[in-house]
């Protein structure tokens, strides 16, 4: 069911006039409606599409991936693919960039897809990233430990060339180490930034070293084939390793065998509670713990609770999520996996959540194997939390707000398939919870329901800020299959082996590729 909107003409009658005034007021609407219809028309032809808000909520169809529109994800460039844009081993750079990856598994996903496009833009020849693990996760399973290195340097072949490390340098028959230039790039850095800046120490010392990495590359850029390349590395090249894929296909399989399961990120926990300044439902030793907490990882701000939460800006409690899913009336056979760390404030938060939801499980409930359970809050257990959440039938992020695990799967799931996911409006749904907890429980579920009516269940939409590019790369990364535009035309079938005729070409300029004139990406 789709909600129609109905549009009515309202006339006024007034007294008697001339003919000519009725002639006048005749011509004037007949202008006014071609004028309308012209501009509706136009607006059709070159808009993004917005999905038609559904009448009510039907928990069957959530099950199933949204409406695609005709989309469908593809990170192939749409323009020529210049022979300049295809590394080779024979070909020069201009120097080695090294980068330092912080925060948590998926902060460094989106620095590495930031750090393959500074080494596009500046001709560089790209070291294997560096995860800055122990600072955050206390794991140093390292770049290498995580993905699967042989597929993202093939992966890649086409765009930036990818060494283990900076090797030495041989000159008049002597060997020298060459040390990379450290570098802080200013946050959010545009594309000048590098050319400038960063380009010109390269060239000078051979080599840089960007360090910290978070965050250092605007995100929107004016460019769709960079864009592009960034959707190339996060959902082709960044393939976790082999056993980590199999443990994560291992849990699907075990939650599917019983029908379909929904994945929370329920984000109830220390550091994100501190950050949002969300302290008074807690004890006062457990609000002691979160302002020394706070104090010591972020900026001095004063933070009233009140003015926080009625604004959206609390993580939503365990049993809110509940009553949520309870409103657009998921029944307590639902199983849902949880991906999260340690919840904060203990058992007496999840009990009613699992009084209303008594089927939860987390990848050590339903894989207890030695190596999760040694690494459960480590690189691997985010990774395989990651894969889950990316395979459910249905993503339910709690705080999608400065989370980058949420963020980051917002955008996999939807160029995976447009797969379902339930975003909470914390904001609209804050008076809500309010009047609950006043004592107002009348009409609490219809007005859930239609908070949530009003949401995106992961259909293709236009990104609008403070929307990340990595929660939605609608529509660089996306193509349609019978398009009103060339530019959303979709690529063609045969580009990998065209590619493949070109980079031969390139290391052996005497051959003749066979090519094709029409071909313009790669089948992604």
Known sequence: MRRLGHHRLHGKTGGVGTKGMVAKLSIGVIVLLICTLSLLFSANIGSSPQPTRPSKIKVEELWESAASGGWRPSSAPRSDWPRMFISSPTKETNGYLRVRCNGGLNQQRSAICNAVLAARIMNATLVLPELDANSFWHDDSGFQGIYDVEHFIETLKYD????????????????????????????????????????????????????????????????????????RVNYHALRFKPHIMKLSESIVDKLRSQGHFMSIHLRFEMDMLAFAGCFDIFNPEEQKILRKYRKENFAEKRLIYNERRAIGKCPLTPEEVGLILRAMRFDNSTRIYLAAGELFGGERFMKPFRTLFPRLDNHSSVDPSEELSANSQGLIGSAVDYMVCLLSDIFMPTYDGPSNFANNLLGHRLYYGFRTTIRPDRKALAPIFIDREKGKIAGFEEAVRRVMLKTNFGGPHRRVSPESFYTNSWPECFCQMNPKKSSDKCPPDNVIEILDSRLESVRDPDSTPQTNSTATGLKR
Request: aromatic content about 8%; hydrophobic content about 35%; some cysteine.
């Open 160 to 231: 930036v060339k990818i060494v283990g490390k900076i090797p030495d340098a041989h000159k008049n028959g002597k060997t020298k180490k060459i040390k990379a230039f450290q570098i802080r790039p200013p946050r959010d850095a545009p594309i000048d930034w590098y050319l400038t800046t960063a380009l010109k120490a390269m060239k000078e010392h051979s080599a840089i070293y960007l360090t910290p990495f978070s965050h250092r590359l605007a995100e929107e850029i004016d460019n769709p084939e960079y864009q592009r390349l960034r959707c």
